[in-house]
């Protein structure tokens, strides 16, 4: 049933017709404020992408966990927010992996690093994570593992008292991974799908949120699940191109300075954006990223506090906010009354 509407959908969308949005609520999530939406767990205090980290965030009230995507040697699904591994584990400690060190370009930069997919899943297993932000603490750095696809889903299903926890796996550099797959015949979205279909993310309802950088990667999955699909974007985005998107999409996922410009030598607010009045529009949902406590992170108008921030982003009519810190943004809305019932 499910397959077949996302069939017709894939169909409708191939002759440039717009698809009938469900547009019910996702199921289990709050709908009377933003989403909490853990950016690689509760990552300001844990080492990010960890089971601690997303545990930590589920604690924190946290609604959704996040994690991006890279696929092993052996195509299983680890939780990584880039597929090299120098930068958050102890990869060049270990003098049996040094012979992995190599050179890639992906992003449009060339990296040497040693990358995801060079490592069986045993293997990165044997490895711990750091804290790759010098500001943040190093006192968890070498305690956790790499955590898989599966470990995190399993976080979000451990949950008690009627919560629910929703996903956010990130199809992140598909095409660089599908260059590699493809000696074994299958691709990041089949190996994704495969999974999702296993732990009984199907439905449009359903708790999951599949985002990507990838237009294509997002078009393609549109027509194998009826799963809310959120397009990421960096780049301001044009009447048209929302159009577009709005065909085969539940949401955008933005950088917040395309929402709120803040001037990078001043740090002050520069403007506020249409974008999320325009999107809403089109019927898509907005999430936002990155909110972040640090002082760096915030315009000098916030005056350090993290609840400005907030303050001039909620009345903007933001759906959801990629957090490192889900907790401050939970007991923001317990301060302004944006309350659970
Ligand atoms: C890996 O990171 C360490 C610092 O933790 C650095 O000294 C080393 O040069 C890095 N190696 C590569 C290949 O980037
Ligand atoms: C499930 O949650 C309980 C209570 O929060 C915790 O003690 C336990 O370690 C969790 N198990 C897994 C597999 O996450
Ligand atoms: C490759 O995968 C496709 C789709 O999953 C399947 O139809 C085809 O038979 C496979 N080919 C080989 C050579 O395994």
């Not at 740090?267 to 990223?289: C, G, P, Q, T, Y």
């Not at 400005?308 to 939970?330: A, C, H, I, N, Q």
Request: charged share 20%.
């Amino acid at each position: 049933m499910t397959f077949k509407s996302a069939v017709a959908r894939c169909f409708l969308l191939a002759l440039g017709l717009q698809w009938q949005k469900p547009n019910r609520p996702i199921d289990g999530l709050p709908t009377n404020r933003p989403l909490i939406i853990a950016h690689r767990g509760s990552s300001g205090l844990l080492p990010e992408h960890t089971v601690e980290a997303y545990q930590l965030a589920v604690q924190q009230s946290a609604d959704v966990i996040e994690c991006d995507l890279a696929v092993t040697k052996d195509r299983q699904l680890v939780c990584l927010h880039v597929p090299w591994l120098n930068g958050t584990t102890d990869v060049a400690s270990h003098p049996e992996f040094q012979d992995r060190l190599k050179t890639f370009s992906m992003f449009g930069i060339t990296i040497t690093d040693y990358f995801a997919f060079d490592f069986t899943l045993q293997e990165l297993k044997t490895l711990r994570k750091v804290q790759q932000n010098s500001f943040r603490n190093q006192a968890y750095n070498g305690e956790f593992p790499i955590a898989t696809f599966d470990e995190y889903v399993a976080v979000a299903k451990n949950v008690t008292n009627g919560r629910t926890i929703g996903i956010y796996p990130e199809l992140k550099v598909p095409k660089f991974f599908n260059s590699i797959l493809a000696a074994h015949n299958t691709t990041m979205e089949e190996i994704l799908l495969e999974s999702l279909q296993r732990h009984g993310y199907t439905e449009a309802t359903s708790p999951c949120f599949v985002q990507s950088f990838d237009e294509d990667s997002l078009r393609f999955m549109s027509c194998r699940t009826e799963l809310p699909l959120v397009f990421l974007t960096n780049d301001e985005i044009s009447d048209g191109k929302m159009l577009e998107l709005s065909k085969f999409c539940y949401g955008l996922g933005v950088k917040k300075n395309l929402i709120v410009e803040i001037d990078p030598s001043s740090m002050d607010v520069a403007r506020e954006i249409d974008l999320v009045a325009r999107a809403h529009s089109n019927k898509l949902k907005v999430h936002s990223f990155t909110f972040q406590n640090e002082f760096q992170f915030l315009a000098w108008q916030y005056g350090a506090d993290p609840y400005r921030e907030y303050d001039k982003f909620v009345p903007l009519g933001v759906d959801g906010f990629f957090t490192d810190y889900p907790w401050t943004l939970s007991n923001y809305f317990k301060t302004r009354c944006l309350c659970d019932d």
